[in-house]
């Protein structure tokens, strides 16, 4: 019996040193961690802008403006190879015919139901395929004078759907909606009601941000207006200081608008168009690009409201996870993942100047987890395999090169996409015009996650490829084994949380032991 204490030391340390190593300080990642595959290109123009949908079967769609109408390209292999389907053009009755091709976006349903929408000065055109993007037999159109509409839909069969856009002559954003899978839409109205934001929005118009829906049919989309009291004129015009979302179930009438970021008098937001996204928890996301203040550098800016908008975390400076502290980020965009995650890519470069010449810029994509907390954990990876383009980006929209002091490079135009695959894989879009592969120098380029944690993962462990991931990234480390809840295994080990604590307690009890029979 007197050798009890010490076997009991030599089996309790080995436990007790997994506590003593502190398992959470151990597992953290690294913070570059994230890989991706090889670019692909969903087709090879140079066009701006491109749309990006993931379908229920892991399909994938790309669409820009061009052409006449929307240009859409789709992948069932995870995007290793495209198929350029038929652009979608306005029938020739349609009101918007001859300026069609303004601005296009594109949607799909839970049973993968297509829909793109096509601008025109008039209005919008929406059409709606059934047959994987083969055909739009439904084209229905919104009349309105319209700049940048963004689509959601909701339901089983997206039988709900939502289409918003910048009302030209007055700068107010409206929304039109559909119950009946875009066979008609209801009379346009504003998604706004708080009179502080009708001021605001009357004063310098509007920026319209993506619409999205959460799970429960809530629809919320983000937007930009102008402080009255605003002292940026750094270009002529003042810029958008202030962000706001604006909320409605799907049974209500109303939409009920709240402050994102109230913003300062000296800030620029409009870089570009702010996005939206939520988690599996119905946790919402809003992302924008821009300064907090007049002569800082521009970053993407994440906050998180968990009560559906009413409320926000403080602004989060995202691209900060990049090595170094200099550099210019713009066109956020993000996506939702497992409940506390969020997906949030963008544009960066390591020049302090973004209109400068000859500068690069890459496409990083992070996963944010635990922003709600204060410390969120970030890791992040590159999605581009090279430059995408080099020279200045200009985020004036129609004003580039025209506004004293402004560059004229536009030829990105103004945002690209992020969207999370249903196995947890990040997916990104976006327009190259510095392409490495092949004689062609521009197209719209495509990347997909093939290592690091899945965006379903809400608590980081043990590290593994994600579900459904295939090689073609250098150094891929793949996704996480840990639950989405975390539950009580230590991630390390997979032991119970109580195994450890009984060892430390047998150590104690055994080195007390042995105290008393050496006195």
Not at 98 to 118: H, L, N, P
């Amino acid at each position: 019996m007197r050798r009890l204490p010490a076997l009991t030391i030599a089996a309790a340390l080995p436990l007790a040193l997994l506590v003593l190593t502190s398992p959470g300080e151990a597992s953290a990642p690294s913070a570059k961690q994230l890989t991706f595959g090889k670019n692909t290109y969903a087709y090879n123009s140079s066009y701006g802008e491109p749309g990006l949908a993931i379908g229920p079967k892991h399909e994938v769609y790309v669409t820009t403006p061009g052409e006449g109408g929307a240009v859409l390209a789709k992948s069932t292999n995870r995007g290793a190879t495209w198929t350029k389907l038929k652009t979608v053009v306005p029938p020739a009755d349609s009101p918007g015919t001859f300026t069609s091709g303004g601005d296009s976006e594109v949607a799909v349903a839970k049973d993968g139901t297509v829909y793109v929408g096509d601008l025109d000065l008039d209005g919008i055109q929406v059409s709606k395929s059934t047959d994987g993007g083969k055909t739009f037999p439904l084209q229905t159109f919104v009349g309105s004078t319209a700049d940048r509409e963004w689509l959601a839909t909701d339901g089983p069969h997206g039988e709900y759907v939502y289409v918003v856009w910048h009302e030209l002559a007055t700068g107010t954003m409206l929304v039109a909606t559909s119950s009946d899978g875009a066979q008609t839409f209801s009379t346009p109205f504003p998604i706004y009601s708080n009179p502080e934001t009708v001021v605001q929005s009357a004063h310098n118009g509007t920026s319209i941000g993506q619409i999205n829906v959460d799970h429960h049919g809530r629809a919320f989309v983000t937007y930009g207006v102008t402080r009255l009291t605003t002292t940026d004129t750094t270009y002529g015009s003042p810029p958008i200081t202030t962000i706001k979302i604006s909320v409605k179930a799907r049974e209500a009438t109303t939409w009920t608008d709240y402050t994102v970021n109230p913003g300062a008098d000296d800030a620029n937001y409009g870089n570009f168009w702010m996005a939206a996204a939520a988690d599996s928890a119905d946790n919402l996301y809003a992302v924008y690009s821009g300064y907090a203040h007049k002569g800082q550098p521009m970053h993407v800016w994440l906050q998180e409201s968990t009560d559906h908008g009413a409320t926000w975390t403080a602004p989060y400076a995202v691209d900060k996870v990049l090595p170094g502290a200099d550099g210019q980020d713009l066109f956020g965009w993000v996506a939702g993942g497992g409940p506390g995650v969020a997906v949030v890519s963008w544009y960066h470069t390591a020049a302090p100047n973004k209109d400068a010449a000859k500068i690069d810029w890459t496409v990083p994509v992070a996963q944010v987890r635990g922003l709600k907390s204060g410390k969120p954990q970030l890791i992040y990876g590159v999605a581009s395999d090279h430059s995408i383009h080099n020279g200045p980006i200009c985020t004036l929209g129609l004003f580039c090169g025209v506004l004293p002091g402004s560059a004229s490079d536009r030829s990105l135009l103004d945002f690209f996409k992020v969207a999370v695959d249903p196995d947890g894989t990040a997916e990104v879009t976006w327009s190259d015009n510095n392409r490495i592969d092949g004689d062609a120098k521009t197209g719209v380029g495509f990347a997909r996650q093939v290592g690091g944690p899945s965006a379903l993962t809400s608590v980081l462990g043990s590290v593994k490829k994600p579900p459904g991931s295939s090689g073609g990234g250098t150094g891929a480390t793949g996704g996480s084994s840990g639950s989405g809840s975390g539950g009580g295994s230590l991630p390390t080990t997979g032991l119970g949380v109580l195994v450890p604590l009984l060892a430390l307690g047998l150590l104690g009890g055994a080195l007390f032991l042995r105290g008393r029979r050496q006195e």
